[in-house]
């Protein structure tokens, strides 16, 4: 009614049915926002595209942006990105806190489902024998996160997907 068009996305597995394939998302995953970005420009039709992202959603953004800015389709002209976890080391040390214990254990038990199906799917790929004992962010993404991802281990991965190190080459 405003003129206004809108176009969301899910990281992968995370629209209610698993993907096709055994790795999944992380926190650094770019590369599905520029596809959908380039796929959006080729269209002809949009020449000011906004992006806005919530959490982890909004560290995809802002990496993005910084991380390699001449890639940046020309029509996205501003982002907006709340309540974003730009230093995920810093992120998972906080989440390790008593304080967040709830919290930590509910987002911990979304991504151990996953887990179990993405080893129901691809038998013998994961091993998920104890993976219900994991508690922390750091346990969890050293031993599936990081594997999965080409990451040497949890630190690797959450140094290099962190979106505090690309925001000053955001314009």
């Not at 790795?23 to 590369?31: L, Q």
């Not at 993005?64 to 001449?70: C, D, F, K, M, T």
């Not at 790929?125 to 004992?133: A, F, M, T, Y």
Request: glycine fraction near 8%; hydrophobic fraction near 40%.
């Amino acid at each position: 009614d405003h003129g206004f068009d809108a176009l969301a996305m899910n990281f992968r597995g995370c629209s209610g049915e698993p993907n096709r394939k055994v790795a999944m998302y992380h926190s650094g995953w770019t590369r599905d926002l520029h596809e959908a970005l380039v796929m959006v420009a080729s269209l002809g039709r949009y020449r000011n595209v906004h992006l806005v992202g919530f959490s982890l959603g909004g560290n995809v953004v802002l990496k993005y942006l910084g991380e390699n800015p001449s890639m940046v389709p020309d029509n996205v002209r501003g982002a907006v990105a709340v309540s974003v976890p730009c230093d995920l080391e810093d992120s998972a040390l906080a989440l390790a806190r008593p304080q967040c214990l709830l919290y930590t254990r509910y987002l911990l038990d979304q991504l151990r489902k996953k887990i179990i199906e993405k080893d129901r799917l691809f038998p013998g790929r994961l091993d998920v024998q104890g993976v219900e004992k994991l508690r922390t962010f750091r346990q969890f993404d050293d031993r599936f996160t990081a594997p999965l991802h080409g990451f040497k281990d949890a630190l690797d991965y959450w140094r290099r997907s962190s979106s505090a190190r690309f925001l000053p080459a955001i314009d």
